[in-house]
């Protein structure tokens, strides 16, 4: 089964997958589903990934990303509330959450 809201959940009005792609393997989290997660999964801006989003607010995303992975997303205010759908490939986790609009904070960034 792949890491998408159509194959996971796919009756979830609104869904929020993340694959995280590591070379001993792949971890699927969705907002949608009991797939347990493992707290938190720690990424590096250039770890693989692939994103599956279906009708989710960005602000809603980006808070289960970092309970995910304790990553901080940064956020344009005038998007917070932009509902997004879309599939990302497998990229790097920052190019991943760049298509999505968000960028992933330096650690100096996220201490404010």
Known sequence: MACTCDDVCPSAAQCGCLEIIK????????DCSDIPITLPIK????????????????????????????????????????????????TSFADAVGQLGLVVADADESAY
């Open 23 to 30: 070379p001993d393997g792949s971890h699927c989290c969705c």
């Open 43 to 90: 990424l590096k801006a250039e770890d693989q990934v692939a994103i599956s989003v279906r009708n989710h607010e960005l602000v809603e995303f980006a808070e289960y990303v970092h309970r995910v992975t304790g990553e901080e997303l940064l956020i344009p205010v005038t998007q917070l509330r932009k509902r997004v759908t879309m599939n990302v490939a497998r």
